[in-house]
């Protein structure tokens, strides 16, 4: 066995995290898979300045509307099957990467996800609690065909209140309603884990994303809304999973785990 390590970071614009050259740390790191959420760009307009690290493979996913979310994937694993995921991102907002792999015979479906944010009005409220049931029947379909599912991004919501630094200012604000959390417990209910949480327990005020305004991350004012989920049966191949925010560049951090495959 070996221990494979994932990286996940909404970049918000992967073109102005270039500038500030954030995401140079990866030529240095040992990442196996990266994802990256929010790119804001066309393969084309990628800059190939963002780290000098060759991945063997790349899947971009870009929006449908030029200069909103998109996905991208980098992978040093070939895989043996790659798609958008269309059928769940139905708008064509560039919200999936999903890749396919055969890790010494367990087939394994990773995924990048970048899911919809509720907060701009009802519509897109309702959009993103469909896009959310989409995917899991999606991956409970995977589940059958004996898939192990690894599952990474942008969930757009915090879990609990220990997931975010004003559970109580927050509560009535997309991205921490009763109906978004009932939807994380409901999936992990379903079978799967959050790594985070599974390795660190209840440990608080480490989070994911800060607001620009009032100088929220210098405060450490923040929301934990990007996880690593795994399926249950990867539970014991679980090493490590934690966040590195330390790095700078965006309003989310990078989060990261380890498995053993």
Known sequence: MQTYKFISWNVNGVRAVD?????????NDNVHILGLQEIKAEENQIPKTIFDKEFNFTHINPCSIKGRSGTALYSDIEPIFSDNTLNVDILKEGRINEAHFNFDGKKIAFFNVYFPNG???????????????????????????????????????????????????????????????????????HGYIDTFRYVNGDIKDKYSWWSYRANARANNVGWRIDYFYVSEDLKDNIKNAYILDEYMGSDHCPIALELEL
């Open 119 to 189: 907060q701009s009005n009802d519509d897109r409220l309702e959009y993103k609690m469909q896009f959310y049931d989409r995917f899991l029947e999606y991956c409970e379909n995977l589940k059958k065909e004996n898939f192990s599912l690894i599952i990474c991004g942008d969930v757009n919501t915090a879990h609990t209140e220990i997931d975010i630094a004003r559970p109580k200012a927050n509560e009535k604000k997309s991205g921490f309603l009763p109906m978004e959390r009932d939807w994380i417990t409901k999936f992990l209910n």
């Open 19 to 27: 500038k500030k050259e954030a995401l140079k740390w990866v030529d």
